[in-house]
């Protein structure tokens, strides 16, 4: 079974960077996809952008300027920077497998960013 | 950007009665390779979001025979013929078939 869990900080302060990362077991993080969505708290679901098993990146345009999915293989974890982080990119932060695709979800991470 | 409309936004369902969630795209969502690319997720209170159906009328892995996708182009139908307890939460429609990949607002359905 494929499972992933998020982890970071759950507080962020203005202007500054998000820093996410997904831990993967029962997948193998190199030939697998793996996206990042967000969730503000009592709204819809926002796909922020896919790490291809190609190493290929595809990020949402509205935050294509400000964010960054990366690998770290040696610990097979995904990562997600989100720069210049204002109170609109407080959420709920999850990681999935993007195969069918988001056919398996991490718990989600709830980050609020305020001083 | 490809906008999902679901209608309704609320459901209020009995037991074991049917229950239909509408999604529609602002363009086709029928991709060149034949696949058209619409996904169904629920999200159950205090839980993420799982996938339900995926490319329009497959249903995941473990998925109750009771869901059922259908529709085509930019019309598309989540129907649960006889709705049980555990199926309450919000419904979601996906597009995977142009980047940004998009989501519908989301119709919650109580019981």
């Known amino acids: 079974q494929v499972q992933l869990q998020e982890s970071g900080p759950g507080l962020v302060k203005p202007s500054e960077t998000l820093s996410l990362t997904c831990t993967v077991s029962?997948?193998?993080?190199?030939?697998?996809?793996f996206a990042w969505i967000r969730q503000p708290p009592g709204k819809g679901l926002e796909w922020i952008g896919t790490?291809?098993?190609?190493?290929?990146?595809n990020y949402n345009p509205s935050l294509k300027s400000r964010v960054t999915i990366s690998l770290d293989t040696s610990k097979d974890r995904i990562s997600l920077e989100l720069n210049s982080v204002t109170a609109a990119d407080s959420a709920v932060y999850y990681c999935?497998?993007?195969?069918?695709?988001?056919?398996?979800w991490g718990q989600g991470l709830l980050v609020t960013v305020s001083s | 950007e490809i906008v999902m409309t679901q209608t309704p936004l609320s459901l209020s369902v009995t037991p074991g009665q049917p229950a239909s969630i509408s999604c529609k795209s602002s363009?086709?969502?029928?991709?060149?390779?034949?696949?058209?690319?619409l996904y169904w997720y629920l999200q159950k209170p205090g839980q993420s979001p799982q996938l339900l159906i995926y490319?329009?009328?497959n249903r995941f892995s473990g998925v109750p025979d009771r869901f059922s996708g259908s529709g085509s182009g930019t019309d598309f139908t989540l129907k649960i013929s006889r709705v049980e307890a555990e199926d309450v939460g919000v419904y979601y429609c996906?597009?995977?078939?142009?980047?940004?990949?998009?989501f519908g607002q989301g119709t919650k359905v109580e019981i």
């Open positions: 999935a497998r993007d195969v069918l695709p988001f056919d398996f």
């Open positions: 029962g997948a193998s993080i190199e030939s697998n996809s």
């Open positions: 790490l291809y098993h190609s190493g290929s990146t």
């Open positions: 363009q086709s969502l029928l991709h060149s390779d034949g696949k058209t690319y």
């Open positions: 490319e329009v009328s």
């Open positions: 996906m597009q995977s078939r142009q980047f940004p990949k998009t």
